[in-house]
């Protein structure tokens, strides 16, 4: 898909990208947006060959050394290139820093993946290369400023950032603060957009749960929508492609199990960022749009419910 804008380069980075499992499957605006918006950043996105799935914590539950064996693979592959990887997701994210972390500190459960490794690929992992997070990696190595200066369509909403609990804990939510994270707040102001805080942002919405404990999910999805929404948030942007889906596709379907009004615009991170550079000028109006329709008919609602106890 083609985006059309007029944009300076910044700089030039270098980083290997990692799609995660859904980026160029089911959530397939990621990977419309990612590319341009790099450009536009001055950020050189490399392909990993050969990179498989993480697991998604989901084949750890079988087998941790398994998923461990597949992250360590695609670090090595990296690492052959001398870069650090990049995701847009926060549950690859936090797989990666979790493997990485835990060869690190064991050396012998390293050697033996390591062995098994270089016996199915010809490659091994020596704890160079590092995983990044697209949020992350905005505010820490290209810098708010320069974010900032790139803007064309300032977001002009109000915004609720949702981190998940995947990445946000020590070893992988970067120079953030874990319990008290601030870094997306800081990038929707860059933005142009008005941040949101509230309660749940960092709760998990039970992705991996949805096909075993769908209800358990939904009400997990249903209680962090109402809480952004009851905080005056006009849409929410997540950094975590698997959730998002909860957030996104199954949201009338968490509304419809829980009896709550979860409907809310559900944007990726690498979305907002495209949208606020210039990149896809007629989806973001869309989005707006539905913003401001959703909104309005809330604020419908309330006025209606007003009026009916004034009058009893």
């Known amino acids: ?10 700089g030039m980075a270098k980083v290997a990208y990692y799609p995660g499992n859904t980026a160029r499957a089911a959530s397939m605006e990621v990977e419309d ?8 950043l001055g950020i050189e996105l490399v392909e990993i060959p050969k990179a498989s799935s993480d697991g998604g914590n989901i084949i750890s539950q079988a087998s941790a050394k398994l998923q461990h064996s597949l992250v360590a693979r695609n670090l090595a592959l990296a690492e052959q290139k001398g870069i650090d990887i990049m995701t847009t997701c926060a549950t690859s994210h936090a797989i990666m820093c979790d493997t990485a972390d835990t060869l690190a500190a064991d050396s012998i459960y390293a050697s033996q993946l390591n062995n098994l490794i270089a016996r199915t690929s010809g490659i091994e992992y020596a704890g160079e290369s590092k995983s990044r997070h697209l949020l992350h990696y905005l505010v820490e190595e290209i810098g708010l400023d320069k974010v900032r200066d790139a803007v064309v369509n300032p977001i002009k909403l109000n915004v609720a950032g949702y981190y998940g609990s995947n990445m946000q804990r020590e070893g992988a939510c970067g120079d953030d603060d874990a319990f008290l994270p601030s870094y997306l707040e800081q990038l929707i102001t860059a933005l ?13 919405v039970g992705a991996p749960s949805l096909l075993t404990l769908e209800g358990t999910a939904m009400a997990m999805t249903a209680a962090v929508l109402c809480d952004a929404k ?6 929410m942007v997540s950094a975590c492609t698997i959730s998002h889906s909860n957030l ?11 009896g ?14 495209a ?3 210039g990149h896809y000028p007629d989806r973001f109006a869309q989005l707006r749009t539905r913003a401001l329709i959703i909104g309005s008919s809330r604020a419908n609602s309330f006025n209606l419910c007003q009026l009916t106890l004034a009058s009893t």
């Open 275 to 277: 949208f606020a550079l």
């Open 230 to 235: 009851q905080n005056g948030a006009d849409i």
């Open 1 to 10: 898909m083609k985006s059309t804008r007029g944009s300076k380069v910044i």
């Open 33 to 40: 947006c990612i590319v341009p918006l790099c450009k536009t």
């Open 260 to 273: 709550k009004d979860t409907t809310m615009p559900v944007v990726h991170l690498a979305e907002l960022v």
């Open 192 to 204: 142009g957009g008005v941040p949101i805080d509230f309660e749940l942002k960092c709760q998990s």
């Open 248 to 258: 996104d596709s199954y949201q009338s379907r968490a509304g419809k199990l829980t």
